[in-house]
């Protein structure tokens, strides 16, 4: 059987080379919308007709702002969506990273002192208190 700091290690060492290769990643989500137009005529009127569109939005906080930005369908869409999706992945990589870290945490030894008991020792320092004598 492996030891089990070696596996931790190498799970470590798998997971930082899988967050090398996530390449481009951003912050943020897309949301697919259709809209009614709100023409009389139109058929977007009906009931059951979904509205126009899809139409995307792009939608990210940036510097304690909510900053919302449209995008038509084609390669500027796909090239946020492989970036919406890279930051998922390394947010989930970073989440198995500190599980595998706190677990090399616990499992390597603690290092002993020389004198354990002159490791807890203090010195007492008090602060001399004269006192002064009005007469």
Known sequence: ???????LERQRAETFAEMQALGDMRRGSIVERHRRCGK??????????PGHGPYY???AKVGG???TRQLQPGPA?????????AF?????????LLEV????CEARAVPVAASPVQALKKKSRRPSRKKSRAK
Request: charged share 25%; aromatic share 4%; glycine share 2%.
């Open 40 to 49: 009389s005529p139109c058929c977007c009127e009906a009931a059951d007709h």
């Open 65 to 67: 702002t909510t900053r």
């Open 1 to 7: 059987m492996a030891d089990p700091l070696t596996v």
């Open 88 to 96: 998922r992945a390394f947010q989930a990589l970073s989440h198995r």
């Open 101 to 104: 870290s706190e677990g090399l």
């Open 57 to 59: 939005s792009f939608t």
């Open 77 to 85: 869409l796909e090239k946020v969506q492989r970036e919406i999706a």
